[in-house]
């Protein structure tokens, strides 16, 4: 069972207008699945999927189930892989000659790995099936991702799975006991974390994904991504004066970290139900329903004490970015209809209405938003407002893994672990340091020309949706 770390997915193409539909009243109704016939054969299907406990929890005791039951003859078992080995198993696969009745639940980040392997793309072509297998319903925007898929790849290999943003969580006792309410901006941030260490002072009042130190790379480097952002800098080019602002509000903010803040990273949460922190900056929606589902998790916070909303926004925008996951099937794959079948059912209203309620991920199927129970409506109200704030979407280089080693490993480190970051100058120096070695990087393994291109800071920046 894959560790519930920096699993929470990363920005894709498609889901721009994913979380809009929250505030769109649908009339949609379910559409009824087709029972599959029965036969003397039963059909193993082997689900690869990098998934956190929770969500692990939640394919196997819910949508697995609900699927068998619904096509008798097909079995699904769960292979729950570490976050980034699922390219590895899937090209394993591929390379033994034996893939045999695999469908794959992939970040959209490491799609560019099968595509553009040495054997080429190694996913299944689709095209023909497609229209049986997505919903009339499914949303504009995973739909034009599909139409891209088609102009570029020449088919469609891959289908639109599920969305994520992430939100700011508090406790709402700690807040109110202090006097504050949860601040709009940066500014107001610095002022409240203040306050809360003033009321208690021998508890941090922050958690950020500060893991970086401790190799979870992903998760650390995506938040400080999106930080840069709203300062209005280029991440990827690392330098620009937006970036070197971001990482001087975030050295403003190592006086207020949690202690334990450099092992933060996806998977560290629990410690706001239990008073280690009061606020948890940045995280997936789907903490709320595991904070607040009590039973064997013992974390039973409620919507009276826990608080969710799309957190501060720094001195030039709120953006926030958005994640995602797609469905695909391995060329090679046996059993085709049984494989088709569950990615038919893991796109429609009945499993997307899952999702929404169980881990509060937004859905790409519109007939899912159908009479949602207000018990949800504290974590769609945040979705919403992030995307009113405005979203972005990582520029999709094939060095961005790269960028997520030296962002840390040349600054992240040195200036915020290490708290060299106490000047513009220091600050200005590692970043530029982080450029050059990205340059270099990318001149070895690219060449001159896309060299040439990432050094002039207009190319490369995220894209605003």
Do not use: C
């Not at 280029?234 to 050295?251: C, S």
């Not at 997307?352 to 199927?365: D, F, H, V």
């Not at 070695?437 to 995220?462: E, H, K, S």
């Amino acid at each position: 069972m894959a560790n519930e770390e920096e699993f929470r997915k990363k920005p894709w193409g498609w889901v721009a207008a994913v979380i809009i539909v929250f505030i769109v009243g649908f009339s949609a109704g379910y559409f009824p699945f087709s029972h599959s016939s029965n036969t003397n054969k039963t059909v193993d299907v082997q689900f690869y999927s990098s998934l956190a406990t929770s969500e692990a929890a939640f394919i196997n005791n819910t949508l697995i189930p609900q699927f068998e039951q619904q096509h008798p003859g097909t079995h699904v078992t769960l292979v729950n892989v570490g976050s980034g080995d699922t390219s590895k198993d899937v090209l394993a696969l591929e390379k033994a000659g034996n893939v045999g009745p695999v469908v794959v639940g992939q970040d959209n980040l490491e799609i560019g790995q099968l595509i553009y392997s040495s054997s080429g793309n190694v996913m299944m072509n689709l095209t023909n099936e497609s229209s049986k297998m997505m919903p009339s319903t499914i949303i504009p925007a995973a739909q034009s991702m599909v139409n891209y898929e088609k102009k570029v790849f020449g088919g469609v290999y891959f289908f639109p799975w599920r969305a994520n943003i992430p939100l700011t969580f508090y406790n709402k006792t700690t807040f109110s006991n202090a006097g504050i309410t949860p601040p709009n901006n940066n500014t107001a941030l610095l002022k409240d974390l203040n306050v809360l260490k003033a009321k208690y002072p021998n508890v941090n009042p922050l958690m950020i994904q500060g893991g970086g130190i401790n190799g979870h790379y992903s998760s650390t480097a995506t938040e400080l991504y999106q930080m840069m952002v709203q300062y209005g800098g280029n991440p990827l080019y690392a330098n620009d004066t937006g970036d070197v602002h971001a990482f001087q509000f975030l050295y403003n903010l190592t006086p207020y970290l949690t202690q334990n803040y450099v092992n933060g990273y996806w998977g560290s949460y629990h410690g706001l139900a239990v008073g280690n922190y009061s606020m948890l900056d940045y995280q997936w929606p789907y903490i709320y329903s595991t904070l607040t589902s009590g039973g064997s998790s013992g974390y039973s916070m409620t919507n009276q004490t826990l608080g969710v909303y799309a957190g501060p926004n720094g001195t030039v925008n709120g953006q926030h970015l958005l994640g995602g996951d797609v469905l695909y099937i391995p060329q090679g794959a046996s059993d085709t209809p049984q494989l088709e079948s569950f990615i038919t059912f893991m796109l429609g209203a009945q499993a997307q209405r899952e999702y929404m309620l169980n881990q509060s991920w937004p859905a790409i199927n519109q007939a899912a938003y159908v009479d949602l129970p207000a018990s949800q409506s504290a974590v769609f109200s945040a979705e919403a407002q992030a995307i009113n704030n405005g979203v972005f979407l990582r520029n999709p280089t094939p060095w961005i893994t790269e960028w997520n080693t030296i962002i840390i490993q040349k600054a992240y480190d040195p200036l915020i672990v290490k708290g060299q970051g106490n000047t513009i100058a220091n600050i200005t120096a590692d970043l530029a340091a982080a450029h050059s070695a990205m340059y270099t990087y990318i001149q070895q393994n690219y060449g001159q020309a896309n060299a040439t291109l990432y050094n002039n800071d207009a190319n490369y920046a995220p894209i605003s949706v």
